[in-house]
């Protein structure tokens, strides 16, 4: 084999030392794994709407967004998981038809001695001291003091004799998922209304019901081939959902062969075991995943934020290893008891419905408990659970990854010939045997990697061959036998019992 420079002249005649410098062997070839942050931005915000841009921090998105902004509030989320990861954010701007949620507070009891009300409005406590001596009016207006005072809240509020109204900051359907209530900690925590204090809740979207959420499209489309494994929107009309389909396909989306820049969407959404059930039999995605929750305090963009961003530590580090069990700070579980701690057969029900799950423990503490995809059945209607897990496809990319960057590094402007040339001895000359042997050796790296499982049981469909018809095409069967993951620990136990 001989040396084959680049830019050094083999005519060269000056004497000396020269140096020429080739990083391709150096080259990394795992992705940083971007998280994307779907979501919308108030008309205060410094960024641009529809056009992807970097966060930093929450005192940055806050900048961007604007205080009291969906993309603020999913990025202090995903900050709790996830300190170090590279997040970027695709703001958009709501919907030119859309209507803002409103709900209501009717003060009808005035406090008649001092106390705290313990609020709580998209899980957040807002505290409201009483002197006892208020009237309604004055009562309402400190409640609504009390809500403007935190500009980090979803919402607005005024007072109408009494009525205190609050307001989405954002139009759309997501305005009705804002959770509004009082004492969420309950008597054990120590929260209970003020003595005399009487107020009636309406929700968020049963005055005035939020609609017409932004379209992702448009946006979907400017992050061009920028890569982002992560893609986090709360959004699961049709048309948004369709819309991340067809942004992701392996037709003309991130999947194609043209483009290779892959990635996953996650979203989630609130419902009854039924509901979520009855949409994810409606979706056949490979590459969506819809976490599925009821009764929690949170609002949809931080549930769905806080969950990815804490799977998104474990599969940068390891993609093969399942992230079952992992905690998720930050997200408040639905109340002990309540329908909304889904059980153990609910759960399997979810599963087999194209709905990711997870655990809640008896100090609400969150724990991820399986990501999978919308993806169901094949293109026959037949069950297929080849992209069931999420842990799979990202050891996909993973693999396909390191496979790109392997051959590009060993093979950069190399010439094609057949087996059994004796110019395959010459440096720079490719033949399919030369190719076969070399796919072979990197799907075994990746074995001893933990990505693939017994490569040398699948090597003999390794298939490398000049095209019939084009020369300079190499074509290459890659079978990788992708590593499973340990999730069931099954075991028959036969007891005997001895005289």
Same mark, same amino acid.
């Given at each position: 084999?001989?040396?084959?420079?680049?830019?050094?002249?083999?005519?060269?005649?000056?004497?000396?030392?020269?140096?020429?410098?080739?990083?391709?062997?150096?080259?990394?070839?795992?992705?940083?794994?971007?998280?994307?942050?779907?979501?919308?931005?108030?008309?205060?915000?410094?960024?641009?709407?529809?056009?992807?841009?970097?966060?930093?921090?929450?005192?940055?998105?806050?900048?961007?967004?604007?205080?009291?902004?969906?993309?603020?509030?999913?990025?202090?989320?995903?900050?709790?998981?996830?300190?170090?990861?590279?997040?970027? $954010? !695709? /703001?958009?701007?709501?919907? &030119?038809?859309? @209507?803002?949620?409103? +709900?209501?507070?009717?003060? *009808?009891?005035? =406090?008649?001695?001092?106390?705290?009300?313990?609020?709580?409005?998209?899980?957040?406590?807002?505290?409201?001291?009483?002197?006892?001596?208020?009237?309604?009016?004055?009562?309402?207006?400190?409640?609504?003091?009390?809500?403007?005072?935190?500009?980090?809240?979803?919402?607005?509020?005024?007072?109408?004799?009494?009525?205190?109204?609050?307001?989405?900051?954002?139009?759309?359907?997501?305005?009705?998922?804002?959770?509004?209530?009082?004492?969420?900690?309950?008597?054990?925590?120590?929260? $209970? !209304? /003020?003595?005399?204090?009487? &107020?009636?809740? @309406?929700?968020?979207? +049963?005055?005035?019901?939020? *609609?017409?959420? =932004?379209?992702?499209?448009?946006?979907?489309?400017?992050?061009?081939?920028?890569?982002?494994?992560?893609?986090?929107?709360?959004?699961?009309?049709?048309?948004?959902?369709?819309?991340?389909?067809?942004?992701?396909?392996?037709?003309?989306?991130?999947?194609?062969?043209?483009?290779?820049?892959?990635?996953?969407?996650?979203?989630?959404?609130?419902?009854?075991?039924?509901?979520?059930?009855?949409?994810?039999?409606?979706?056949?995605?490979?590459?969506?995943?819809?976490?599925?929750?009821?009764?929690? /305090?949170?609002?949809?963009?931080?549930?769905?934020?806080?969950?990815?961003?804490?799977?998104?530590?474990?599969?940068?580090?390891?993609?093969?290893?399942?992230?079952?069990?992992?905690?998720?700070?930050?997200?408040?579980?639905?109340?002990?008891?309540?329908?909304?701690?889904?059980?153990?057969?609910?759960?399997?029900?979810?599963?087999?419905?194209?709905?990711?799950?997870?655990?809640?423990?008896?100090?609400?503490?969150?724990?991820?408990?399986?990501?999978?995809?919308?993806?169901?059945?094949?293109?026959?209607?037949?069950?297929?659970?080849?992209?069931?897990?999420?842990?799979?496809?990202?050891?996909?990319?993973?693999?396909?990854?390191?496979?790109?960057?392997?051959?590009?590094?060993?093979?950069?402007?190399?010439?094609?010939?057949?087996?059994?040339?004796?110019?395959?001895?010459?440096?720079?000359?490719?033949?399919?045997?030369?190719?076969?042997?070399?796919?072979?050796?990197?799907?075994?790296?990746?074995?001893?990697?933990?990505?693939?499982?017994?490569?040398?049981?699948?090597?003999?469909?390794?298939?490398?061959?000049?095209?019939?018809?084009?020369?300079?095409?190499?074509?290459?069967?890659?079978?990788?036998?992708?590593?499973?993951?340990?999730?069931?620990?099954?075991?028959?136990?036969?007891?005997?019992?001895?005289?």
């Amino acid at each position: 084999m001989t040396v084959q420079f680049s830019k050094i002249p083999a005519q060269l005649r000056i004497p000396g030392v020269f140096i020429e410098t080739d990083p391709s062997k150096a080259s990394r070839t795992d992705d940083p794994g971007r998280i994307l942050l779907v979501g919308q931005m108030l008309a205060a915000g410094a960024a641009v709407a529809g056009v992807p841009v970097p966060v930093v921090s929450v005192a940055d998105a806050k900048a961007q967004f604007g205080v009291g902004s969906m993309l603020a509030a999913m990025m202090d989320e995903v900050r709790l998981a996830d300190p170090f990861g590279l997040i970027w $954010a !695709l /703001p958009l701007a709501d919907a &030119g038809g859309g @209507v803002q949620a409103t +709900g209501t507070i009717s003060v *009808t009891g005035a =406090p008649t001695a001092p106390g705290v009300l313990s609020l709580y409005i998209a899980g957040v406590l807002v505290p409201v001291a009483f002197a006892g001596t208020e009237t309604l009016t004055t009562a309402a207006a400190a409640i609504v003091a009390a809500i403007n005072a935190n500009l980090d809240l979803p919402v607005t509020a005024t007072n109408n004799v009494g009525v205190v109204t609050l307001l989405a900051n954002h139009k759309g359907t997501l305005g009705n998922d804002i959770d509004v209530r009082y004492n969420w900690l309950g008597n054990a925590g120590g929260e $209970a !209304l /003020p003595t005399g204090y009487v &107020g009636a809740i @309406v929700a968020m979207g +049963g005055v005035v019901a939020g *609609t017409t959420d =932004p379209n992702i499209t448009t946006g979907m489309a400017a992050l061009g081939d920028q890569s982002f494994d992560f893609i986090v929107m709360p959004y699961t009309d049709a048309t948004n959902m369709n819309a991340a389909k067809d942004a992701m396909n392996d037709t003309t989306g991130r999947w194609a062969f043209n483009r290779m820049v892959w990635g996953h969407v996650f979203t989630a959404k609130r419902g009854t075991v039924s509901a979520l059930t009855t949409f994810g039999l409606t979706r056949n995605d490979p590459h969506t995943t819809v976490l599925g929750f009821n009764l929690s /305090p949170l609002p949809v963009w931080r549930w769905v934020a806080g969950q990815i961003a804490a799977a998104a530590v474990v599969l940068r580090n390891d993609p093969a290893r399942p992230v079952q069990g992992i905690e998720v700070p930050g997200l408040l579980a639905a109340p002990l008891g309540s329908s909304g701690r889904f059980s153990q057969s609910e759960r399997q029900t979810l599963l087999f419905s194209g709905i990711s799950t997870f655990t809640s423990a008896a100090d609400g503490t969150v724990r991820i408990e399986r990501l999978i995809s919308t993806y169901q059945l094949n293109a026959t209607g037949q069950i297929d659970e080849a992209w069931l897990s999420v842990e799979k496809t990202f050891t996909l990319m993973a693999v396909h990854r390191r496979l790109r960057a392997a051959v590009t590094a060993n093979f950069p402007r190399a010439k094609l010939a057949n087996d059994g040339t004796r110019a395959a001895a010459v440096n720079g000359v490719v033949t399919p045997q030369i190719a076969r042997a070399f796919v072979i050796a990197a799907m075994r790296d990746m074995e001893d990697a933990g990505l693939l499982d017994n490569v040398d049981a699948i090597v003999d469909q390794v298939i490398c061959e000049r095209d019939g018809t084009n020369p300079d095409r190499l074509n290459v069967l890659f079978p990788p036998p992708i590593i499973g993951q340990l999730r069931i620990f099954a075991v028959l136990s036969q007891f005997h019992v001895l005289n």
